[in-house]
């Protein structure tokens, strides 16, 4: 449900969707929220600088989506981006 789904985005502390529609969706789950995390948009194979996380005791990164093969859907290429992202 979007209430579960809001309430594993708003928990997170930087939150990344792959390509415009999933960024667009996770804006729209934390649109309500003024503490919500910060969001940013993944594009892989594009070059980007953007969002840092707030700065944090723990840093918890939730990827949302079918990911039957890892590889196929880039999971390797975002965690690796999310390590950029953080440090």
Do not use: M, W
Request: net charge negative; aromatic share 6%.
């Amino acid at each position: 449900s979007s209430d579960v789904c809001s309430s594993d985005l708003r928990s997170a502390s930087l939150v990344v969707g792959v390509g415009p529609r999933l960024k667009r969706q996770a804006d729209t789950y934390l649109t309500p929220f003024e503490d919500s995390p910060p969001t940013f948009e993944l594009d892989p194979g594009i070059n980007v600088t953007g969002a840092r996380p707030r700065p944090a005791a723990r840093l918890d990164c939730l990827f949302i989506g079918r990911a039957e093969d890892k590889y196929l859907k880039g999971l390797d290429i975002a965690a690796e981006a999310g390590g950029h992202l953080i440090i």
